[in-house]
């Protein structure tokens, strides 16, 4: 079933697709409220948090991308975990990692109706909020069903809708202002104390969760092992300036009071006026939507990638494996998210995953992070028995992981290798920093849902994989 099934899934993501799927992952709804929060905590300092706080981040970001050249399957950190840690591993990462995607899903449906319901107050109360959720639920599955290609494309649209009022707001907003007076009110500024650029630095670090929604689809985009690494460092980089630029206008336009409305709204309130405001709404609602579509793309394609590799068993792995004959898409995968993250919606039940969403991608970042660290580990030790030995079978055995290094005779061969050995302890540092900052509650309902996916695993799940892999 693994083999027949992955040779149908259609390469639909080229590079451009690929950026727009880490675009639309970490810009949603967050930007709209983020620069008050920000400007709060921070002062004058608020823009540079972004800088600072963002080159940490591309740490992380970078050992997907690294990862993303050693193993192109689609599955993301799934994959990752298996071939690092084996199936218990990988059910668990799956598990926490499908419920904090499909409980944004459910949570960013409320928000898109919300930005909405300024336009159309009907959408957001009552039997028309029930009734809107149920056909953009609807819409997303339809959409991501009838093929990766439309799904992309409406993407694309979606992207362009989202970046266009971005490009007026920032340009007419840096017009407008007045340089001497930013540049002197900047010059006087005061670094915050540690404490409070810490604060800062965790509203910095989740705007940037959400990159990894690429790594997912690697199994269906064009030449993943140049795409995906350019795609996501070029990108995250390219967005860490998109939020300083905001930023520093709105901190020189608005200052440190607390906004009526929503900040960028307000924002664009003062620079264009009230058709300024309105426009910048319903930008709010096309952002959400692109992040909605970016995370129904990928996070239908956890359960796919769990069933092929056996860690859905029985007829409900089948089914979730399955390929679309017609579209070449994982339509039964693609439903049952959507009427998960639907009926989430509907209940108000993702209320109570949202505690530890964040959370459990933290852990996810680490353990993949690990995963590299374990790949790299294995590399430096086979490229050290192939430099004592000349046997061609040794280097063929070794020939995946000697690929990292680009034939080096070792990690600490050059700079350049040491670089790459320091980078994932980096990383690692700032997943571990991250966590730590995480409040009881959050975790624990992350131990919770663990407790759920070992019972899951060990009850049922792990008695069917030795059945069909014996």
Partial sequence: ????NKSLLTKGIGGIGAALLVLNGLIGAGIFAL??????????????????????????????GQLATLYQETGGPVVYAQKGFGDAAAFQTGFIYYLARATAIA???HVLLLYAGYVWPELNAGIGKSFAIIALTAALIVVNIVGLKAAMRSLDTISVLKLLPFVALIGVGYWQLDFSAAFTSTSTSVVPAFDTISAGALLTLYAFIGFETVVVTSGETNSPKKTIPRALMLTVSGIAIFYFCVQWLYWHTVGPAEPDSAPLIALANMIFGETGALIMTLTAVVSVAGNLLANMISTSRLTFSMAQQSLIPGKLG?????????????AVSISILGIFAGTMALSGSFVWLAISSVLARLVVYAVCVGVLMKAQRASLQGATLQ???SQSSMQQDNSE?????????????SPVNLFRRLIPFVALAVCAWSIAQSS??????????????????????APSNKESKG
Wanted: hydrophobic share 55%; aromatic share 20%.
């Fill in 440 to 461: 009881t509650n959050a975790w624990l309902f992350l131990l919770g849902e663990l407790v759920v996916g070992a019972l899951l695993y060990f009850f049922y799940f």
């Fill in 401 to 413: 992981n000697d690929a990292y290094f680009n034939g080096s005779a070792g990690a600490f061969a």
């Fill in 387 to 389: 430099s004592a030995s």
């Fill in 107 to 109: 949570a960013n449906m």
């Fill in 35 to 64: 620069p008050a929060k920000m400007a709060a905590e921070l002062g004058a300092f608020s823009p540079y948090i972004f800088l600072i706080f963002g080159a940490l981040m591309l740490a992380i970001v970078w050992c997907f």
């Fill in 318 to 330: 089948q089914k979730l494996g399955e390929i679309h004959t017609s579209f070449a898409t994982p």
């Fill in 1 to 4: 079933m693994s083999s027949k």
